[in-house]
C-alpha cells in the first residue's frame, strides 16, 4: 500500500512559523534597518537637526511674546517640541515601507525561509531608534538652554519613554497607509496632511486660553493636547494626571485596531 506525500511548500512553512522564530527574525531585520542608518546616516537629519532647529526657532521667536522670556518659555516649549518632534518623525515609518515595497524589498524576503509578519515588524522597532535619538537631542537642547526640569531625572525618563511609546503607536497608522497607497510620496502627503492640523491646533506652543472660544473645544480634545499635558505634568511638576492615562489609553487603542489591520493588508500585498 504506497502512501502520497504532498510536498510542503516554502510559504506554507513560514507561514506556520513559531513565535519564537517569528521574535527573533524581526529582531534581525531590526538590525538591518539600524545597518541601513548607520550606512545612510542623511536618514536622521530629520531627527537630529529638527529639534534643534525647532526648539531655537519657536523659543526665539514666541518666548518673549508668550511667557516674557526665553528661560520661562521653555518648560512650556520643550514638552510641546518634544511631541511635535518625535510624532512627526513616525512619518517616515510609512514611507519608507512604501519605498522598500516598491523598490522589490520585501519580494526579496519571500524568497527567504523567515516570518513574513519580520520585515514590517522589524521595521516598526528600528525606527523606536529614531524617537530615542529625537527625545534625547530635544531635552539636551532645552538643557542647553536653560530648561530644568523640576519633576527630576526619573520623571523625564518616563515622559520620554511615554512620548517614544505613543509615536510607536501611531507609527501603526502610517505603516497602513504604506502598505495600502500607491506611492512613498503619497503616503507622505496624506500623513502630513493629518498631522499638521493636530500638532499645531494644540496647545504644544501657546496656552489654550490665547486662542479664540471656538477653537479652544477642539484644542481641548485633541489627543496631541493630552500627550503634551502629561509630558509636561512629568517633567516640570512630577505629577501623573489624568492626561497620561488618556495617551496611554489612546495608543493602546490605536495599536489594538491599527496593528491587525496593518498585518492583514501587509500579507495581502506580500
Known sequence: MSVSIKPVSERHLRNHTSFRQSV????????????????????????????IIF??????????AI?????????????????????????????????????????????LPIARIAPLAGALLADTIRYTIATVLTFSMGFIMGYRPE???????????????CSWAIS?????????ARTASSVQGISMLVLFPLTFLSNAFVPVDTMP???QWFVKINPISHLVSAVRQLANQGTV???????????????????????IAYMRRT
Open 67 to 111: 511667557s516674557g522670556d526665553v528661560v520661562s518659555y521653555l518648560p512650556v516649549i520643550i514638552p510641546g517640541i518634544l511631541v511635535q518632534t518625535v510624532i512627526t518623525t513616525s512619518i517616515v515609518t510609512g514611507v519608507q515601507l512604501r519605498e522598500d515595497m516598491d523598490k522589490g524589498v520585501f519580494d526579496r524576503f519571500k524568497s
Open 151 to 165: 519633576g527630576g531625572l526619573a520623571n523625564v525618563a518616563i515622559a520620554a519613554l511615554l512620548v517614544i511609546f
Open 213 to 215: 472660544n471656538w477653537l
Open 172 to 180: 501603526w497608522i502610517f505603516a497602513f497607509f504604506g502598505v495600502i
Open 241 to 263: 494626571g489624568w492626561d497620561l492615562t488618556i495617551s496611554l489609553f489612546g495608543a493602546i487603542v490605536i495599536v489594538a485596531i491599527f496593528a491587525p489591520i496593518t498585518v
Open 24 to 51: 527573533r527574525n524581526s529582531l534581525t531585520m531590526a538590525y538591518r534597518g539600524l545597518l541601513k542608518i548607520r550606512r545612510t546616516p542623511e536618514q536622521l537629519f530629520d531627527v537630529t537637526l529638527q529639534p
Open 55 to 64: 526648539t531655537l526657532m519657536f523659543t526665539y521667536i514666541f518666548g518673549g
